[in-house]
Structures are given as C-alpha cells and as structure tokens.
T-cell receptor, first 113, second 112 residues
C-alpha cells in the first residue's frame, strides 16, 4: 500500500459546525503532515507529527485541532471556521530524514459557508 | 533562510515541444531537491528527486540535475504531451527540518 487516503473528498460546513478530516497511511511512515492550499498557491504547512507527537505547529489558529491517534492515522478537527478557511487540505506522510519525499493524499476540498 | 524560486507561469506549449521550468534555491548545507506535480483537482505527486550535488533525478521522461554551483534544479522534458498539463512545484528539504519548502508553482498547459 503506497497511498495516503483522505476523507471526505469534499466538505461544506457552516461557521458553527464541528467536523473532522481524516487521513490514513499504511506505509510505516513515522512523520505525518497537514497542509493548507489556497487556489493557485503552494501548500502551506500547518502541523507536523513525528512518531505520533506534535513537533511543529505553524501558528495555526486554535479552531484547527490536530490529533494523531496512532502511527497510521491523522485527524484534523475543525470548529468555528471562517469563510477564509475554505481551501484544499492536504495530508502527507514520509519517512524521517531529508532525502525522502513526501507522499500526499488527494486532499479534502473544504468550503465554509 | 531556505527558499525556492520558480519561473513565473503560466507556460503554454504545443504537444511535442521541449519543456524547461527553472528552479533556483537558497539554503545552507546540503538540501535534497524535489519536483512535485499536481493535476487538476488532485493532491501532489512526487515526480523526481535528487539528494546530492550532480545527482540527476528522472521519471516519466522528465529530468532535473542538482547543480550546487548555480543552486539550480531545472525541470526538463524533451517532448511534452497533453497529459503533462498540470502545476509543477519545486521544493527542498533540509536535515532536521520536518518541512518541505515549496516554490510558487508553475502551471503548464500543453495544447494539441
């Protein structure tokens, strides 16, 4: 299995809703990432988990809450989002070390209304 | 600091034309360099990589050579196809930094 699977593919939520994005990989990668990508822009790093511990939080607002229940799963809990949070949310995983590329999921297209 | 600069797009080519997308980087030490491709509505896919100076990464007819003397990692393909239409991102990775530093991306459109 060489994939990162993200669900759902599309999500529309109101500003008062609570929802979660899910990401799963079975490649034995010990680093997992959440990125946010706005239209016509490169991905922006949000969070990094290394060996199931949060190692990087790029000053992301608290309305985004990551969780890593085990080495294969990564969640992103969403609450009280704003319309400007609408974007493509990408999950990725990698082995530790600079020489390994990341494997990205196909993303969740989030629209906040 | 670490940064990647890509040529501005969009780039429009006819099928079978030669492709070059320029990428230069700024980094201390010895980064690894990557090209990722993003097809419409999808996530990013690793296209090729090079981990040390003078390495050449290649995949699906695309090539890029890690040039430390010019701090460059230009993407080339001898004959593009319509199916190569996508956004291409150059990126670098540093030891001890769990992050990829992306360029701004270059949109390629290949017309029949």
């Amino acid at each position: 299995d060489t994939e990162v699977t993200q669900t759902p593919k599309h999500l529309v939520m109101g500003m008062t809703n609570k929802k979660s994005l899910k990401c799963e990989q079975h490649m034995g990668h010990r680093a997992m990432y959440w990125y946010k990508q706005k239209a016509k822009k490169p991905p922006e790093l949000m969070f990094v988990y290394s060996y199931e511990k949060l190692s990087i939080n790029e000053s992301v607002p608290s309305r985004f809450s990551p969780e890593c229940p085990n080495s294969s799963l990564l969640n992103l809990h969403l609450h009280a989002l704003q319309p400007e949070d609408s974007a493509l949310y990408l999950c990725a995983s990698s082995q530790e070390g600079r020489t390994y590329g990341y494997t990205f999921g196909s993303g969740t297209r989030l629209t906040v209304v | 600091g670490n940064s990647v600069t890509q040529m501005e797009g969009p780039v429009t080519l006819s099928e079978e034309a030669f492709l070059t997308i320029n990428c230069t980087y700024t980094a201390t030490g010895y980064p690894s360099l990557f090209w990722y491709v993003q097809y419409p509505g999808e996530g990013l896919q690793l296209l090729l990589k090079a981990t040390k100076a003078d390495d050449k990464g290649s995949n699906k007819g695309f090539e890029a050579t890690y040039r430390k003397e010019t701090t460059s990692f230009h993407l080339e393909k001898g004959s593009v196809q319509v199916s190569d239409s996508a956004v291409y991102f150059c990126a670098l990775s540093k030891t001890g930094a769990n992050n990829l530093f992306f360029g701004t991306g270059t949109r390629l459109t290949v017309i029949p």
